[in-house]
């Protein structure tokens, strides 16, 4: 990993945290994420004229990470109102670095170095430790935990994915274009069946906070894609997953009014 590419993901990282933070401070989990998964269709439809077209090849990588990121984004709101926050959040993302690299190795033939593998192991428990330790004294609420273990389960799915698929699609700016306006009708147009005539009512006051979610949500996945282009998928899943460290910062200033 090239000082680029990782001052890439570093700042994916805290993008990425960015909006998951402001998908938390919105109470109605599908609000937040029709916001977001919508927010991302209007950016993804406005870039397609000005993108090259993904290959031929990343197709089918593309429409199975679109529905993987359907599951993902489920389970995400699932995580959210199960448990809490600086728990889920922590046990998701650092779960899905070591499932990158067993899916890697085994489908993208990249099998990191004894530095590289300690690197990742490493990462992998601090981040699950600091949910393990907001658990200390509590019962633990399984099915919060294993609903975020899915969670980190999909994420290392469709990370593996989008690796291959980028790589095959010729341009990273296309194929996140192209992700975002498949993946993104879902959400909203469940949420638009589900509320019915109630839809721009209950989305109107988060609007503006939605929307920059999505914004942060598509630059942080483009800067990822791009990186996946250039170096291995593992140590990029665990240096992106230092997200944790920003997020629950930021989630902290949020709770406190900053």
């Known amino acids: ?4 590419v990782t001052a890439a993901v570093l700042l994916a990282a805290v993008t990425h945290a960015g ?8 109470t109605d ?3 937040g994420f029709a916001l977001i998964s919508g927010g991302g269709l209007l950016i993804g439809l406005a870039a397609v004229p000005f993108v090259p077209l993904p290959a031929a090849g990343a197709w089918p990588y593309l429409f199975c990470s679109a529905a993987i990121h359907i599951a993902y984004y489920a389970l995400l709101m699932t995580s959210f109102r199960l448990g809490d926050f600086g728990q889920a959040y922590p046990l998701a993302r650092g779960s899905a670095p070591l499932v990158v690299t067993v899916l ?4 993208a033939h990249e099998v990191p170095d004894g530095w590289a593998a300690a690197g990742i192991a490493l990462s992998c428990a601090g981040l699950t430790g600091v949910a ?3 658990l200390r004294g509590h019962r633990p609420d399984w099915a919060a935990i294993g ?4 969670t980190g389960s999909t994420i290392a799915v469709y990370t593996v ?5 980028v790589r095959a699609s010729g341009s990273s700016f296309g194929y996140i274009a192209w992700l975002m306006a498949v993946q993104g009708t879902v959400i909203p147009a469940y949420a638009l069946w589900r509320w019915r005539r109630e839809t721009a009512a209950r989305l109107r006051p988060y609007a503006g906070l939605g929307l ?3 914004a942060m949500s598509v630059a942080a996945y483009a800067l990822v894609l791009w990186a996946q282009t250039r170096a291995a998928l593992a140590p990029i899943a665990a240096l992106r997953e230092s997200s944790v460290k920003f997020c629950s910062r930021s989630n902290n200033f949020a709770v406190q009014g900053v």
Do not use: C, E, S, Y
């Not at 909006?19 to 919105?26: D, E, F, G, L």
């Not at 609903?147 to 899915?150: D, P, S, T």
């Open 1 to 4: 990993m090239t000082p680029l």
């Open 19 to 26: 909006w998951n933070a402001i998908a938390h401070r919105i």
């Open 29 to 31: 989990k599908l609000v």
């Open 104 to 107: 890697a190795a085994v489908f």
């Open 132 to 134: 393990l330790w907001g």
């Open 147 to 150: 609903a975020a273990l899915a």
């Open 161 to 165: 994915v989008d690796g291959l698929g």
């Open 212 to 214: 920059l979610g999505a």
